[in-house]
């Protein structure tokens, strides 16, 4: 299994990194991470089909997460010719969401149809979901945006990669990233606590509480960039746009 970081940034665009997005191949499926407004740039610079993706699960419901779902429809629409099925799975009203968010920037795109059914699943909290050889269980975290924020735990191939999605400290997270191959964290902060972000300080403190066997630290603001420093390399790695990790 591979997965490749589309895009590791913060919704300000923080170091110059494109929107949270990452590309995950296994022998069973392709999917995606969340899908952030810059994803299409990044899956085109990497040169990752977004063709090859099954499915999207999705985190939450904000722009630096969701954002480049219409231009994977119009991409998959006039350019991919898809024919396919596109599955989209999050959190309540994802599918409302979609549908306005389309409709905002590409009027009668949906009106006028597509060649592919395109299904829309809803997180269940703590309900393992099972697509195409991947398990996926959501935890509810702490990230106000419109509907239930998740972490997610996906089991994939003997494997298992977690996400924090964006979230403050919650006593969840250990259950989330317990032995997992790779705890992708969220990491907008160095040391300002925050209810709705996580900071190095914080995660560091509950570091063996995590009990991971990788934490990758995603989501870094300006402040947090600045002091990269600062991280103990023996137990954390920075994610980077286009780094690709194996597991």
């Avoid at 665009?13 to 899908?35: K, M, P």
């Avoid at 969401?97 to 590409?106: G, Q």
């Avoid at 992708?184 to 606590?193: G, P, R």
């Avoid at 103990?232 to 790695?237: F, G, I, L, M, P």
Wanted: charged share 20%; glycine share 8%.
């Amino acid at each position: 299994m591979q997965l490749t970081v589309v895009g590791c940034g913060d919704a300000f665009g923080a170091g110059n990194r494109l929107q949270t997005c990452y590309f995950v191949r296994s022998e069973t499926a392709t999917f995606l991470i969340d899908c952030g407004a810059t994803t299409l740039i990044g899956l085109n610079r990497l040169g990752l089909s977004p063709n090859d993706i099954d499915t999207v699960y999705v985190s939450h419901l904000h722009g630096d997460h969701i954002g480049g779902l219409p231009w994977l429809l119009i991409h998959a629409k006039y350019i991919g010719l898809r024919t396919r099925p596109l599955v989209i799975v999050g959190p309540k009203t994802t599918e409302e969401r979609f549908i306005a968010l389309t409709e905002a920037v590409y009027p009668g795109t949906l009106a006028s149809g597509v060649n592919f059914d395109l299904v829309f699943v809803e997180h269940r909290e703590q309900v393992p979901l099972e697509m195409n050889g991947v398990s996926v269980t959501p935890f509810e975290v702490h990230h106000p945006s419109g509907a239930p924020p998740y972490a997610m735990r996906f089991e994939i191939d003997g494997k298992v990669v977690s996400f924090t999605g964006d979230t403050g400290w919650v006593d969840v997270l250990p259950e989330v990233s317990r032995g997992a191959d790779l705890f992708i964290s969220e990491c907008f902060q160095y040391d300002l606590e925050m209810a709705m972000h996580l900071d190095y300080k914080t995660i560091d403190a509950n570091y063996e509480r995590l009990s991971a066997k990788r934490v990758l630290l995603t989501h870094m603001g300006q402040e947090m960039l600045d002091a990269r420093a600062e991280v103990d390399r023996s137990r954390y790695e920075l994610a980077e746009d286009g780094m690709v990790i194996d597991l």
